[in-house]
C-alpha cells in the first residue's frame, strides 16, 4: 500500500542513494531482505484468551434437585384459591344472587370451592364508594352464589350495583355453636410434568492429532472436551430459561419446558404481555401479583439492556454492593413500591424482549439419573478418539401455575 505524504513511514533510515547497503528488516514479505512467510516463530501466550462460559446465573440460583428415573419428571399442584372470588356480572341493585367468574384462567366453579354456607365476605363498590359486608346463605351451586348483606353501621346501606369483576374477599367460615357438619371441598389436584432434554456434544481426535504439541494447549483432547463441556453448560442454562415442551417421538427429540414455555401458558397480570418500554409503574404491577400468589425470594433475569433501566428509576431504591476490585460498586437489588426487594440478575447474549421474575426457590433442575452430565470414551474404530457428552435433564417449577413467578413478554 502506497502512502504519500509520510516520508518518516518509509524505511527512511536505510540509504536508498547506494552509499549503504539495504539491510535486512523485519518485514514479512519483503524479499530477498525481509520475512518469508511462515518461517518466523510465532510468540503465542501460553494462555488462551477463551470466553467463560461457565457463568450460569439461573443455574446458579436455582440448583438442581433430585435425580429422576422416570420417562418424564412430574409434581403434584393444588391450588386452595387466592382468598378472594370476583362477579362474573353485575348484580342488579339489592340483588342477592352473585355468579363467580374466572381469576387468572381459574374457572369460578373452582374459586367458589372457597366458599361455604356462612362464609363472610367484604365487598367494596368502588361505583358508589360503598362498602359492604354479606354472608353467604346455602351452599353455592357451582358459579351461583347466594348472599345476605349485613348492615353494619350504614356500610352496606345504598350500596346499589356492584361492578363486573369486583373482588369479594373471603373472611372466614363463621358458624354458630353446635352448628352441623357442612360439605368438604377438597381441591381438585393437578399433576404437572416436565419433559427432558438431552444435549449432546462429540469429540473426536486422531492418533497423531493427540501427540502433536500445541501452542498453549498440554493435550489436546482435553482441551476440546473442556470446551464442550463449557457449551453444553451454556446450553442447559438456555433451555432451562428459554424451551418449550415437545413430547419425545420416535422421530423427535423431547424438549422440556423452561421457564418461557411454562409461563407462556399463563395469563393473569402477573404475565405482561403489553408493556413494551419497562416502567416502575409496570414492574410493580407484576412483582405485586406474584407476591400476592405466594411468591416469595423474588430474582430478575433479563438481558441487561433491560435490567439497567432500573437505575434510571427512583435511586433511593437501587441495592449496591461494593465491588472490592473495580472499585465503586454494582447494582444488586431493587426495592418496590410495595415494599418487596427483588435481586437483579443481568445477562448477556440472552433474548432482550423477555424479563422473567422468579421465585427461585421454587424452581430446580432434575437430571435423568446418571446422566447429569456424563462423559463416556467411545469404542476404538480405526486411528482415532471418540468421547460423547451428554447432559439429559429436566426443571421441576413450582407455583407457575399459581401465579408465584411472572414475565414481560414484548420488551424492546
Known amino acids: 500500500m502506497a502512502i504519500t505524504g509520510l516520508s518518516k513511514w518509509v524505511l527512511a533510515s536505510a540509504d536508498m542513494s547506494g552509499t549503504r547497503a539495504m539491510p535486512q528488516a523485519d518485514i514479512i514479505g519483503m524479499l530477498p531482505y525481509g520475512v518469508t512467510s511462515g518461517t518466523e516463530r510465532r510468540d503465542v501466550s501460553e494462555v488462551l484468551d477463551l470466553l467463560a462460559l461457565a457463568e450460569t446465573p439461573f443455574i446458579n440460583a436455582v440448583g438442581w434437585g433430585p435425580e429422576s428415573s422416570g420417562t418424564v419428571i412430574e409434581w403434584i399442584s393444588e391450588d386452595i384459591g387466592p382468598g378472594y372470588v370476583r362477579n362474573m356480572s353485575q348484580p342488579a341493585s339489592g340483588a342477592n344472587s352473585v355468579i363467580m367468574g374466572s381469576i387468572d384462567g381459574v374457572d369460578g366453579t373452582e374459586l367458589a370451592k372457597q366458599l361455604h354456607e356462612g362464609t363472610i365476605l367484604y365487598v367494596y363498590s368502588s361505583d358508589v364508594a360503598r362498602q359492604g359486608i354479606a354472608v353467604v346463605v346455602s ?127 399463563q395469563t393473569g397480570t402477573h404475565i405482561d404481555r403489553t408493556t413494551k418500554t419497562l416502567t416502575e409503574t409496570a414492574f410493580n404491577t407484576v412483582v405485586t401479583r406474584i407476591w400476592e400468589s405466594g411468591g416469595r425470594n423474588l430474582s430478575v433475569f433479563g438481558h441487561i439492556s433491560q435490567t439497567a433501566k432500573f437505575t434510571r428509576w427512583d435511586k433511593n431504591r437501587i441495592r449496591m454492593r461494593v465491588n472490592d476490585t473495580l472499585g465503586g460498586g454494582h447494582i444488586t437489588s431493587y426495592l418496590t413500591e410495595a415494599g418487596i426487594e427483588v435481586d437483579l440478575i443481568p445477562m448477556g447474549n440472552v433474548p432482550d424482549n423477555l424479563l422473567f421474575i422468579l421465585d427461585t426457590s421454587r424452581t430446580k433442575l432434575r437430571a435423568k439419573a446418571g446422566r447429569k452430565a456424563l462423559l463416556e470414551k467411545l469404542g476404538k474404530m480405526g486411528d482415532s478418539d471418540d468421547w460423547q457428552l451428554l447432559s439429559e435433564f429436566s426443571m421441576e417449577m413450582k407455583g407457575y401455575n399459581m401465579g408465584q413467578h411472572g414475565m414481560f413478554g414484548v420488551l424492546i
Open 139 to 265: 351452599e353455592p351451586a357451582n358459579t351461583s352464589v347466594l348472599v345476605s348483606y349485613l348492615h353494619l353501621d350504614t356500610y352496606a346501606t345504598g350500596m346499589g350495583s356492584i361492578n363486573v369483576n369486583t373482588n369479594w374477599y373471603i373472611l372466614g367460615n363463621a358458624q354458630n355453636e353446635g352448628s352441623r357438619p357442612g360439605r368438604p371441598k377438597p381441591r381438585t389436584r393437578v399433576i404437572c410434568t416436565n419433559e427432558f432434554t438431552i444435549l449432546r456434544r462429540d469429540v473426536a481426535i486422531t492418533g497423531s492429532m493427540q501427540k502433536t504439541a500445541m501452542y498453549a494447549i498440554g493435550s489436546e483432547d482435553q482441551h476440546q472436551i473442556m470446551l464442550r463441556m463449557k457449551e453444553i453448560q451454556r446450553e442447559r442454562e438456555r433451555m432451562a430459561l428459554y424451551s418449550i415442551y415437545s413430547a419425545k417421538t420416535s422421530v423427535a427429540a423431547g424438549l422440556m419446558n423452561g421457564v418461557f414455555g411454562f409461563l407462556t401458558t
